[in-house]
């Protein structure tokens, strides 16, 4: 079955960095986009980056474009999100995401505060 685990969150202090992984398996990893979403206490989910499987092509939400970078190793079956320069309005929940078909699966969370 699908999995997508999801690690690397923590408390870290505004200006700092954090890598996020994601660890996927049960599907055929190289052939389907991975994003990541976020979602902060009583605000909707919201995507925050994608990657596409061939190429490596990448799109981001305005709130994070040159500061996160999304990226993938297909040899491994993760996709990773490097966070740099954090703000405190980064604090969420993040989630690893996979559509395969009309299916959505996701991680199960991992949680990043960015406070002082």
């Known amino acids: 079955q699908v999995q997508l685990v999801e690690s690397g969150g923590g408390l870290v202090q505004p200006g700092g960095s954090l890598r996020l992984s994601c660890a996927a398996s049960g599907f055929t990893f190289s052939s389907y986009v991975l994003r990541w979403y976020r979602q902060a206490p009583g605000k909707e989910r919201e995507l925050v980056a994608f990657?596409?499987?061939?190429?490596?092509?990448?799109n981001y939400a305005d709130s994070v474009k040159g500061r996160f970078t999304i990226s993938r190793d297909n040899a491994k079956n993760t996709v990773h999100l490097q966070m740099n320069s954090l703000k405190p309005e980064d604090t969420a929940v993040y989630y690893c995401?996979?559509?395969?078909?009309?299916?959505?699966?996701w991680g199960q969370g991992t949680q990043v505060t960015v406070s002082s």
């Open positions: 990657i596409f499987p061939i190429g490596g092509s990448t």
């Open positions: 995401n996979a559509k395969i078909g009309w299916i959505d699966y």
